[in-house]
């Protein structure tokens, strides 16, 4: 739950999760559904569905015993990597193995002064092997749990406290620093500086230093190290979505959901209908692309006026700079879906918050929650505006909002 999740966020989930799966067993026997529903809100919900899977290999597969080893724990896993196999491995069975994770990064980059990309294989390698080499035999669990809190709490990305530091003796970086400090006040007072060390340059040619055009900058000082990797840009995604709604039980608004495929990207949550988008499409063009998905997913004609535009709104995945151009629908009743299609269901606002829907959903709900409440206010102004103009006798219907059958009768009227 943590991986890319911070601590404040997690907890409640956490204690949510544990007190309802408090076993494999029990995580076993959930379905996927209910782990969506319980992590929803929490992103990268591939997360929870692997650890669901490999809750069942255990009990299915290896009779109830977890994996003691972390290679053993990465090969039969799904969705444990090398990180969390040592993490496991060693604060839960004693095994000497190391682990490397964000902190574990930063740490080991200053002791050793290792400003290569540090996405590089040459750089993940070395990180792995001085890990496993100083991973402390008796109390591995302890040492890399004290490893990574030395990250989070005193080798921190942006503040070192060096002057607090308990490695700092063993530490190029910090001693790196130190030099230049001493060379600094050597040429304030007239003497000769010091003559630096071959480390202090990087030659371009090594795969663990500095490149050369990107030597060292004093004023950066520890933070240099390590050296950030060239962010991909994400990829630029747009989609229609069409929240579908209706009166249902006393007038309350109802949504149609859709669940998504079993894999792939927020793999088994609940969406309203949604499209991909070809770049580069003009409203109405959008618009008739919506339509036209509708319209075969429904099979029933859509025509695109009846297609209210809500705004657009914008979510960022990890890599995925997604746009969601949303559009309501008021339907008068059911709608009968093609059999073939994903599984649909009309939830009040209430289930639909309950339903194991993305953060970007719940987005989109907000956007036609406040679209239709400036609607109404503007309703009420209007009427007002009408009703002294008219007199009480004269008041005429606000805002009629066409509903999908209304259409349908005008298609099939002559
Ligand atoms: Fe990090 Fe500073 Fe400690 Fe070196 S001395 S490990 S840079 S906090």
Known sequence: MLQQTQVATVIDYYNRWMQKWPTLQALAAASLEEVNELWAGLGYYSRGKRLQEAARKVVSELAGRMPRTAEDLQRLLPGVGRYTAGAIASISFGQATGVVDGNVIRVLCRLRCIGADTSSLAVID???NMANTLVDRSRPGDFNQALMELGATVC?????????????????????????????????????????????????????????????????????????????????????????????????????????????????????????????????????VLADHLQAWTRQPVQTQSLCFVGEVVHIFSHIHQTYVVYSLCLDGDLVLDAASSPSRWVTEEEFRASAVSTAMKKVLKAREAQRGAQSSRGKGSKRKRESKLGAAGSTPTG????LRAFLQAQTTP
Do not use: M
């Open 156 to 288: 921190t990305p942006k503040s070192p406290l060096c002057g607090e530091c308990p490695v700092k003796e063993h530490c190029h970086a910090w001693r790196r620093v130190e030099k230049e400090l001493a060379s600094a006040s050597q040429k304030l007072f007239g003497k000769t500086t010091l003559v630096p060390d071959v480390e202090d340059y990087g030659t371009g040619d090594c795969l663990l230093c500095l490149p050369a055009a990107e030597l060292w900058d004093s004023s950066l000082g520890v933070t240099n190290f390590p050296r950030k990797a060239a962010k991909k840009q994400p990829r630029v995604e747009r989609t229609a979505t069409c929240v579908l709604e209706r009166r249902g039980h006393l007038g309350v608004p109802e949504y149609l959901i859709v669940q998504r495929p079993s894999s792939g990207l927020l793999a088994g949550l609940w969406e309203f209908p949604s499209f991909p988008l070809a770049p580069g499409l003009q409203e109405e063009q959008q618009k008739e």
């Open 126 to 128: 070395c990180l792995w």
């Open 400 to 403: 009629i909002q066409l509903s």
